[in-house]
Nanobody, 127 residues
Framework: QVQLTESGGGSVQAGGSLRLSCETS????????LYWFRQFPSKRREGLAY???????DYSDSVKGRFTISEDKAENTLYLQMNDLYADDSAVYYC?????????????????????WGRGTQVTVSQ
């Protein structure tokens, strides 16, 4: 199990950028899949990106080309660089993790398979 703590959220105007951070701690002796999700006020949760221990990444169509997931292993920190933000990107953003050698795109639609979650950080994008 790993503990996850997000930071970096805030308010930004449309077209702006934010970088979210997710500090990880705990048992990292396993290979982990690391994910970013967001939850809208409607409670709908959307998978955005994953990073596999191999360095492989994938993104949902809604953020591909605008968001970039990365990790600083020395700092045990996962990042989500978000550029060209829209008002529709306003949501609470979460990082999540699962011990696994491989990440799967279908997990974007099946977040219940991820055992470890942070508490989230709010992102608000104004027109």
């Amino acid at each position: 199990q790993v503990q996850l703590t997000e930071s970096g959220g805030g308010s930004v105007q449309a077209g702006g950028s934010l970088r979210l951070s997710c500090e990880t701690s705990g048992d990292r002796s396993y290979s982990y899949c690391l994910y970013w999700f967001r939850q809208f006020p409607s409670k709908r949760r959307e998978g955005l990106a994953y990073l596999e221990h191999t360095g492989e990444t994938d993104y949902s169509d809604s953020v591909k080309g605008r968001f970039t997931i990365s990790e600083d292993k020395a700092e045990n920190t996962l990042y989500l660089q978000m550029n060209d933000l829209y008002a529709d990107d306003s949501a609470v953003y979460y990082c999540a993790a699962r011990p696994d050698s491989y990440c799967y795109y279908y997990t974007f639609n099946d977040p219940e398979t991820l055992p470890d979650w942070g508490r989230g950080t709010q992102v608000t994008v104004s027109q």
